[in-house]
């Protein structure tokens, strides 16, 4: 069984920095592309950033230049550093796995976590 356990969510002022975290544990052979998700209230879920396994990033263009993308495949965790948030960052954060168990390959996901940027 494979989990992904998210944490560093939590509530931020205007202009301020979080930094969310999303380790995964349990049995599988190799991660593949690591990822965040958002979804506000009303809304659709949307990409917010994307990693893979040889290091190929992508951002939305409402986070670009703002948030920050990484992983530490010897913990097997994905990051996302987020600076500069706006009101409109507020939502529930996903993080995905795509991984491996060698003939078969899985998208997991987070339990999400909430951020909310309120003065």
């Known amino acids: 069984q494979v989990q992904l356990v998210e944490s560093g969510g939590g509530l931020v002022q205007p202009g301020g920095s979080l930094r969310l975290s999303c380790a995964a544990s349990?049995?599988?052979?190799?991660?593949?592309?690591m990822g965040w998700y958002r979804q506000a209230p009303g809304k659709q879920r949307e990409m917010v950033a994307r990693i893979s396994s040889g290091g190929s990033i992508n951002y939305a263009g409402s986070v670009k230049g703002r948030f920050t993308i990484s992983r530490d495949n010897a913990k097997n965790t994905s990051y996302l550093q987020m600076t500069s948030l706006k009101p409109e960052d507020t939502a529930v954060y996903y993080c995905n796995a795509d991984l491996s168990t060698g003939n078969w390959a899985y998208r997991y996901w987070g339990q999400g976590t909430q951020v909310t940027v309120s003065s």
């Open positions: 349990g049995s599988f052979h190799s991660i593949n592309a």
